[in-house]
């Protein structure tokens, strides 16, 4: 399998280097496009306070109404 060129020629400490620079920066490429790709818009927020603002006000009309 041919590598980079040049590559074979480094010490393995570089090697180790140059590849934990590059997981790491696929890592940090790949959290920052699922950030981006969630964080686009929180439906599932809104959804969640719409349904709680219709809990308190039908709670608070419950609450108003008179007991028999």
Do not use: C, W
């Not at 419950?62 to 007991?67: D, E, F, I």
């Amino acid at each position: 399998m041919a590598g980079f060129p040049g590559y074979s020629a480094l010490a393995p400490k570089t090697k180790n280097l140059v590849m934990a620079g590059g997981l790491t920066g696929f890592v940090f490429g790949v959290y920052y496009y699922t950030m981006r790709a969630v964080g686009g818009s929180d439906e599932l927020q809104v959804a969640i306070d719409k349904f709680e603002d219709a809990k308190r006000s039908s709670e608070a009309e419950a609450s108003l109404a008179p007991k028999q």
